[in-house]
């Protein structure tokens, strides 16, 4: 009888202790260089945030932050390059294991980029990448409204499936997303315009549970050591603009959108990735060329609105678009060079020592799809 009291005694702690590890923590940037990082995380009670952080579990540094909340962002700076950090967060009693993350390199720069993560699909090959950025061109939730009921703006419940579906990946990797029409659909789509919005333009959920640069709806972040920036910029469903179905913020030339763009690309560095979730063909055209011609100011642009492996070539400017569901209709670019239906991301390498930049499109197989080489090169200038 006493070692049945006894093993269910162990049973029940193991049970409180399992009950109050937390588990869903999610790493991202808020600032525009990777000289600080912000650890995210969700707790069943609300209380304080607290990072243990360091290069080993023995000596840790610690940031706290006195606040009352279940969803905590804590933001720690980064000092050390081509190391390993380990940390742990806590909140009152709940408090999560040791998990590691890499610093940035000097050398060899690994990011990935993904898109359309409606399906959740294995992506056992995309994290033996071991890369050490991962972004996306877009609609990283099937909706809102199927999981929040209709109309919520604030709730965040499918960016936490999300997270709970990947945990390792998250706890990690630093995460970059952008905005896609998904990303955003608080009511469901009909086939004709409703007296109400069916997008928060605002991306209420989105930018209360990630924390991201700029006002989040777009964001750039430079690597300085490899003379690159990303840019993400708010463009999906255009043709809607001005309608109850417009999801993205606007992109005339007088638009905050727009100048913001052209002076980042203006003052850019040698290469400049920039994301979206618009269909290539479609926003170059915009303004007569207008964003086309600033694109040209960067190296490749990289998109998530289709459902299939594509890279196109126009004006010695490359065009991508990449899809975690990649067997669906296909919409040809008129300059496509590349076309596959198949589940892709791509992986971008950069070289330090030559300034070189490799883009492979990669199946969830692990099928080089496509590869392009980018070297080092002088800005280049236009005038829209």
């Not at 937390?22 to 990777?34: A, V, Y």
């Not at 469901?188 to 930018?207: G, L, M, N, Q």
């Not at 999906?236 to 052209?262: L, P």
Request: charged share 20%.
């Amino acid at each position: 009888m006493r070692t049945l009291l006894f093993f269910l005694c162990i049973s029940f702690v193991t049970q409180t202790v399992s009950a109050t590890e937390i588990q869903r923590i999610w790493l991202t940037h808020k600032s525009n260089q990777p000289d600080k990082i912000v650890v995210n995380w969700l707790t069943e009670q609300p209380g304080d945030s607290i990072v243990r952080y360091g290069l080993s579990p023995e000596s840790m540094d610690t940031v706290r932050l006195e606040e009352a909340t279940t969803l905590h962002h804590v933001e720690v700076p980064l000092a050390h390059q081509n190391a390993t950090y380990h940390y742990s967060v806590k909140t009152g009693t709940q408090q999560s294991a040791i998990n590691t993350f890499k610093a940035y390199p000097t050398d060899l720069l690994r990011v990935a980029i993904v898109a359309d993560w409606q399906s959740k699909p294995d992506l056992s090959s995309l994290i033996k990448e071991d890369v050490h950025l991962l972004l996306t061109a877009g609609d990283n939730i099937r909706n809102l409204w199927q999981t929040c009921g209709v109309g919520q703006r604030k709730c965040i419940k499918p960016y936490i499936e999300l997270i709970e579906t990947y945990p390792e990946l998250f706890q990690s990797t630093p995460f970059m997303p952008i905005l896609g029409n998904h990303d955003r659909e608080v009511h469901p789509r009909d086939k004709t315009p409703p007296a109400h919005a069916v997008y928060d333009v605002e991306a209420t959920a989105f930018r209360r549970f990630f924390e991201l640069p700029d006002e989040e709806w777009k964001w750039h972040f430079d690597l300085p050591q490899f003379d690159l920036r990303f840019i993400g910029l708010d463009f999906n469903h255009i043709s809607d603009f001005g309608t109850t179905w417009q999801t993205c913020h606007a992109f005339d030339r007088n638009s905050d959108q727009y100048r913001w763009y052209e002076s980042l690309t203006t003052k850019a560095p040698g290469k400049v990735v920039t994301l979206y979730n618009e269909r290539n063909a479609n926003i170059r055209s915009q303004l007569r060329g207008g964003w086309h011609q600033l694109f040209q100011r960067g190296t490749i642009c990289v998109t998530g609105f289709g459902y299939y492996a594509e890279r196109a070539e126009l004006d010695g400017l490359t065009y991508y678009n990449t899809s975690l569901s990649g067997t669906g209709t296909q919409y040809a670019d008129p300059h496509s060079q590349f076309l596959a239906g198949k589940h892709s991301y791509l992986l971008l390498t950069c070289e330090r020592s030559s300034g070189t930049m490799t883009v492979e499109l990669k199946s969830l197989k692990n099928e080089v799809l496509d590869r392009q080489r980018f070297p080092a090169s002088v800005r280049k200038s236009s005038k829209p």
